[in-house]
């Protein structure tokens, strides 16, 4: 009996504290000592981490195209160990990749033939890497280089383009510097810049330096 009376006592005295916050919060607020949970203890991460994620969605994101892909690289011996690479990257993200190596092409052999069409129409590309100019290292025909050049994005059409620079192992007379005038600095890779590790001929990249080169325009 004497516990049903306890408990009673408590219920009332707890009723009579909440009586007493509803009519008179700020007295009885400066009365009771409250300790901040936290946002860290309900979510369980820090301030600092939160002010992060929220700075984060704040931030406009560019949509990505997740659609498939049928990506094709083309050119010159260089471009086989690169399509290797590429091709871990298509196979990974659901992409088709189409890979033409020419052994010994360049511009020439690409601008004045009709493969670069027939491929184009046969496998329809949505993005487009060239692979050109190790054999043009050394020419110093920057006119003709150009007049090539245009011939063969004039085949690509307007399909997006990267065109990879080739992996000097010399300097060129000028062949880097017109891909860029003629591209623009998005739709040209400047391989030059990269140290390789190569092959016995001095001038293609190993299998190894090739992935390496390949992440890198990724």
Not at 38 to 55: N, R, V
Not at 64 to 82: C, H, P
Not at 123 to 133: E, R
Not at 179 to 193: A, C, N, Q, T
């Amino acid at each position: 009996m004497k516990e049903t009376w306890k408990m009673i006592a408590l219920l009332a005295i707890a009723i009579g504290g909440l009586l007493a916050y509803a009519f008179i919060p700020e007295q009885v607020a400066e009365k009771i000592p409250l300790k901040q949970i936290g946002m860290d203890a309900l979510t369980g991460k820090s301030e600092a981490e939160l002010a992060e994620e929220e700075k984060a969605d704040s931030m406009i994101k560019e949509p990505v195209d997740t659609a498939a892909q049928r990506v094709l690289i083309f050119g010159d011996s260089m471009s086989e160990y690169l399509g290797l690479r590429l091709a871990d990257y298509a196979n990974k993200n659901g992409h088709k990749l189409t890979c033409i190596t020419w052994v010994s092409s360049g511009t020439r052999n690409w601008a004045a033939t009709d493969t670069l069409q027939h491929y184009i129409q046969r496998i329809k590309p949505t993005h487009v890497f060239v692979c050109l100019g190790s054999n043009e290292l050394y020419t110093a025909d920057m006119k003709g280089c150009e007049k090539r050049i245009r011939a063969i994005l004039s085949k690509i059409g307007n399909i997006p383009t990267i065109w990879i620079g080739p992996p000097n192992w010399c300097e060129d007379n000028g062949y880097n510097k017109l891909l860029r005038e003629v591209m623009g600095p998005r739709g040209y890779y400047p391989s030059y810049k990269l140290t390789f590790e190569r092959q016995k001929d001095g001038r293609h990249p190993t299998m190894a330096s090739s992935a390496m080169w390949m992440d890198k325009i990724v």
